[in-house]
């Protein structure tokens, strides 16, 4: 019951920008998109979030559409350790209760 | 230096078997989380705690349990009737701002539970 569509895999050379899309078509007004990234075989990092501005940091800029029903996460010069599982999440309401539902993400090879 | 810290690191399970997964935390978090993944997907939740003495099953409760005692700890048991436990389990936690939990999560290092 995921919430967001990411494509299963990207691959991007190593020193080129990786864009990676996310669609969230049901997103409420008030919920915030967050985006983290899964190395193998350890626990998943948190990146960026972002309601409805752009945002960056140090580690990647998030573009966020007017419509709020898609953002791309931006890794503006990407490197080998950036080979990673990509999730973009947003709350859902179940029952009175709000969780975080994680799909499949989209799985970043970057390549020499 | 503060942080979430999961153990073991590998948990070898024997049919019949209950096992229990350790999550503690030292960011004085008032949520945590367990969540399962197995090869090539994506998190699927157990469990989770808004407070102490409070849990609520997620989406693939049966054959777990969990308790909350302690705002620290949020240890995990697989029991014998979770028939196919093999696979990585995560712990998380986040912070609360009023009656809403913060979507930023804290994980740990992951506890990898293999069936012999």
């Known amino acids: 019951d995921a919430k967001t569509t990411q494509p299963p895999s990207m691959d991007c050379a190593e020193g080129r920008a990786a864009n990676l899309p996310c669609n969230h078509s049901?997103?409420?007004?008030?919920?915030?998109v967050y985006w983290y990234r899964q190395i193998h075989s350890q626990g998943p990092q948190y990146i960026i979030h972002?309601?409805?501005n752009n945002e960056t940091n140090e580690m990647a800029s998030l573009i966020i559409t007017e419509d709020r029903k898609s953002s791309t996460l931006i890794l503006p010069h990407a490197t080998l350790r950036d080979t990673a599982v990509y999730y973009c999440?947003?709350?859902?309401?179940?029952?009175?209760?709000?969780?975080?539902?994680f799909g499949k993400g989209t799985k970043l090879t970057v390549n020499p | 230096d503060g942080g979430i810290t999961q153990s073991p690191k590998y948990l070898f399970r024997k049919e019949g078997q209950n096992v229990t997964l350790s999550c503690e935390q030292n960011?004085?978090?008032?949520?945590m989380y367990w969540y399962r993944q197995d090869p090539g997907q994506g998190l699927r939740l157990i469990y989770y705690?808004?407070?102490?003495?409070?849990?609520q099953k997620g989406d693939i409760a049966e054959g777990y349990s969990v308790s909350r005692e302690k705002k620290e700890s949020f240890p995990l048991t697989v029991t014998s009737a979770q028939k196919n436990p093999t696979a990585f389990y995560l712990c998380?936690?986040?912070?609360?701002?009023?009656?809403?939990?913060?979507?930023?999560?804290?994980f740990g290092s992951g506890t990898q539970l293999s069936v012999l």
């Open positions: 998380a936690s986040s912070m609360r701002t009023g009656h809403r939990v913060n979507e930023k999560l804290f």
């Open positions: 049901t997103i409420s007004g008030n919920e915030y």
């Open positions: 972002g309601l409805k």
């Open positions: 999440i947003v709350r859902v309401a179940l029952g009175g209760s709000e969780k975080l539902v």
């Open positions: 960011l004085n978090h008032d949520a």
């Open positions: 705690s808004q407070i102490v003495n409070d849990f």
